[in-house]
Nanobody, 129 residues
């Protein structure tokens, strides 16, 4: 099983950009699909998008298309989340999750019977107006 650690969060002004990283430990990273999620204060965790094991294909929630881009580098055991044109409502703790099945990452926030195998601890992103 892998372990995940997010980094790259911080304070940014509205309109700015940030790139988050999700670094995995363990030699089996390439056998996991990896997703990005966020959770704003007082709100449920929200799915942003996920990349398949090879990184050659990525799936995004409809509401996240356009400003968020996920990329993957299996040589570095890292998945990135590039966030552009940030808004105050993007303020949240951002998490990465990993599971052998992409489907589990896509539905975990809407299906209470689905679990994701591994979660990171999150990194806080604060967007000021």
């Amino acid at each position: 099983q892998v372990q995940l650690e997010e980094s790259g969060g911080g304070l940014v002004q509205a309109g700015g950009s940030l790139r988050l990283s999700c670094v995995a430990s363990g030699r089996t990273f390439s056998t996991y699909a990896v997703g990005w999620f966020r959770q704003a204060p007082g709100k449920a965790r929200e799915f942003i998008g996920a990349t398949i094991k090879s990184g050659s294909s990525t799936y995004y929630a409809d509401s996240m298309k356009g400003r968020f881009t996920i990329s993957r580098d299996n040589d570095k055991n890292t998945v990135y989340l590039q966030m552009n044109s940030l808004k105050p409502e993007d303020t949240a703790v951002y998490y990465c999750g990993a599971d052998p099945k992409l489907h589990n990452l896509v539905v975990v926030t809407t299906d209470k019977n689905t679990e994701v195998e591994v979660w990171g601890r999150g990194t806080l992103v604060t967007v000021s107006s």
